[in-house]
């Protein structure tokens, strides 16, 4: 069963950093690539970054590049996402997400979340 909990959330003023990880399990976490998605009250979710399998490539919405960094210790099950120079838009709850495949069909496993709050 897949399982990921995210962690690191909290209250930041802007400009400032936060780490948020994303611990894995359940399945073989080197093979798949990993998501970040937030989603801010009355607003839909959305995607923020994508890396791949081995951590080579990323991808990022617009709205963060340059700002925002996500990285993986396949040793670990773990995903991360660096978060510089943090604006109020930033805040809404983070998600991370794996699209694993599974006997013939691909399945998407969210964690719980961890909320971020970018205010002075």
């Known amino acids: 069963q897949v399982q990921l909990v995210e962690s690191g959330g909290g209250l930041v003023q802007p400009g400032g950093s936060l780490r948020l990880s994303c611990a894995a399990s359940?399945?073989?976490?080197?093979?798949?690539?990993m998501k970040w998605y937030r989603q801010a009250p009355g607003k839909e979710r959305e995607l923020v970054a994508t890396i791949s399998s081995l951590g080579v490539s990323t991808n990022y919405a617009d709205s963060v590049k340059g700002r925002f960094t996500a990285s993986r210790d396949n040793a670990k099950n773990t995903v991360y996402l660096q978060m510089n120079s943090l604006k109020p838009e930033d805040t809404a709850v983070y998600y991370c997400?794996?699209?694993?495949?599974?006997?013939?069909?691909?399945?998407?496993?969210w964690g719980q979340g961890t909320q971020v709050v970018v205010s002075s």
């Open positions: 997400n794996v699209r694993t495949y599974v006997g013939g069909l691909w399945d998407d496993s």
């Open positions: 359940g399945f073989t976490f080197s093979s798949y690539a």
